[in-house]
Nanobody, 124 residues
Framework: QVYLVESGGGLVQAAGSLRLTCAAS????????IGWFRQAPGKEREFVAA????????TSADSVKERFAISRDNAKALVYLQMNSLKPEDTGVYYC?????????????????WGKGTLVTVSS
């Protein structure tokens, strides 16, 4: 059973920072790529960032490049999303997802395993 639990969300002012954590259990962590997605109210879920199994290759959406950074600690089965220079449009529920080999960025629901999400609210 794959378990993913997100934490670290909250209310922050624009230009502030947050670090989200995704804790994984129940599977061989190094067999899975991990991605972060987000969903704003009334909008579809969208890709934010992903990291490969070894942790040496990352991708991110254009909207968060140079502001957000994804990393993973394979010894602890944790994935982080460091979010800097936050904007009100970054508000939403942030989810981590797992998929063997590669995260499907363009079709979120093709990633089979999800956490329940953590809410990030950025005030202006």
């Amino acid at each position: 059973q794959v378990y993913l639990v997100e934490s670290g969300g909250g209310l922050v002012q624009a230009a502030g920072s947050l670090r989200l954590t995704c804790a994984a259990s129940g599977f061989t962590f190094t067999d899975y790529a991990i991605g972060w997605f987000r969903q704003a109210p009334g909008k579809e879920r969208e890709f934010v960032a992903a990291i490969n199994r070894a942790g040496d290759s990352t991708t991110s959406a254009d909207s968060v490049k140079e502001r957000f950074a994804i990393s993973r600690d394979n010894a602890k089965a944790l994935v982080y999303l460091q979010m800097n220079s936050l904007k009100p449009e970054d508000t939403g529920v942030y989810y981590c997802a797992a998929r063997a080999r590669r995260i499907v960025e363009e079709s979120p629901m093709d990633n089979p395993y999800w956490g329940k999400g953590t809410l990030v609210t950025v005030s202006s």
